[in-house]
């Protein structure tokens, strides 16, 4: 007979008998550093939010759990799933973690954890909209997002339109009766457009719909949609919050209005984040105000030194004074993040994929790749052949330049050497 087969306590695990004391004892020393304690900077904060070391031996990082299963101590727990952690799509100390960190960024309610910021968009949308409904999308928005409506909300029976960046308080004129949800994404995808958000917020809520906001490029440390009216704040965390390209993962912040369904969406569907991601995730995010004010400080250094420079028609950045969105920006938010696009001087549009060819294969220390918010550069032609209203700029084609921590003065020069190429093509 098997040793344990008379001894269901050890077959359980232990659970029956007293739970081990992962903590630190009442009386030992308090946390010097309270994370919501808002009297502190915002390194102070990222440096210590999330989990608590006393919550788990003293660690200062949170422990990777991988679970599906969790165990209970009987059927009547069990039953009345009667304890914090009953499965691990539900969540674990490691994305509880995660998730408190960006509840106390975002200012929100609660905060799910999904494996891509494309989930992050699809996952809010999908929980609001249903057959019959209305969605407004800025025309402006990562293409994945249109590509999204345009394919699987539509055929699900939601009504698609698009509207211009430009619209603030206006959006009234284009909801409907069945417009449930209002998408923004300020400044908008590779063109940068800024959005009136307090002013759309107070339209769609007038009639009835809630707000979603693709904040990915400012990140919570440089605008807090919550704060200014948005219901449900997006974020890919694979951008900032990740800081090195190696890890994709999306949050979704909601109010107390609409986390409950949120919630329900996510359990509804079963798209949670891999623990080692929110952990990797968590880890990004004691380091991404240092990095964003070099990132910041970079990206403003060369726009500056770009406006006005041979071959360059115009710089698309909103912290610059000379554009259009620029007292939006100035107004609300707090800061830039390092992403922006030039566009090239070719008025000859045959010429704009020789040229843009030519600036990007020119380029030495700028990899050619797609996402952002890594610590090395990249560009990138915008493809802005989707838009319906945010048209392209007629001047040349666009080159999104993700700015990382390299020095200045050797992107400047990489840049020029792209200018350069472009020029003689
Ligand atoms: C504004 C914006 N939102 C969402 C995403 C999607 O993020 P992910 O690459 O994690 O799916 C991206 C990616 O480039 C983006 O630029």
Known sequence: MCANASSPLVFRHGLNSVAPDLGWQTGDRDKDVTTNDKSHGINTRLAHMGNDPRDFFGFVNPPVVRASTVLFPNADRMERRDQQYTYGTKGTPTTDALAAA??????????????????????????????????LIVDSVYFPTRHFADTMLRRLGVEVEYYDPALGADIATVMKSNTKVVLTESPGSN??????????????????????????????????????????????????????????????????????????????????????????????????????????????????????????????????????????????????????????????????????????????????GYSWGGYESLAVIANLSDRTVAKAPKEGPVIRLQIGLEDTADLMADIERGLAAAASA
């Open 102 to 135: 960006i509840d106390e960024l975002e200012g929100s309610a609660g905060t799910i954890l999904v494996p891509s910021g494309l989930a992050a968009v699809s996952i809010p949308l999908l929980g609001f909209l249903s057959a019959g409904d209305h969605v």
């Open 191 to 368: 063109t940068f457009e800024m959005q009136d958000i307090p002013a759309i917020a107070k339209a769609a809520h007038a009639a009835g719909a809630i707000v979603m906001m693709d904040n990915t490029w400012a990140t919570p440390l440089f605008f807090r949609p919550l704060d200014f009216g948005v219901d449900i704040s997006i974020h890919a965390a694979t951008k900032y919050p990740s800081g090195h390209s190696d890890v994709l993962l999306g949050t979704v912040s909601a109010n107390e209005r609409c986390f409950p369904q949120l919630k329900d969406t996510l359990f509804a569907m079963g798209v949670c984040a891999a623990p080692d991601d929110c952990y990797t995730i968590l880890r990004g995010l004691r380091t991404m105000g240092v990095r964003l004010e070099r990132h910041q400080k970079t990206a403003l250094a060369l726009a500056e030194g770009l406006e006005g420079k041979a071959g360059v028609a115009r710089v698309l950045h909103p912290a610059l004074p000379s554009f259009p969105g620029h007292d939006l920006w100035k107004r609300d938010f707090c800061g830039a993040s390092g992403l922006f696009s030039i566009v090239l001087d070719c008025p000859d549009a045959h010429q704009h994929k020789a040229k843009a060819h030519a600036f990007l294969d020119a380029l030495r220390i700028f990899g050619l």
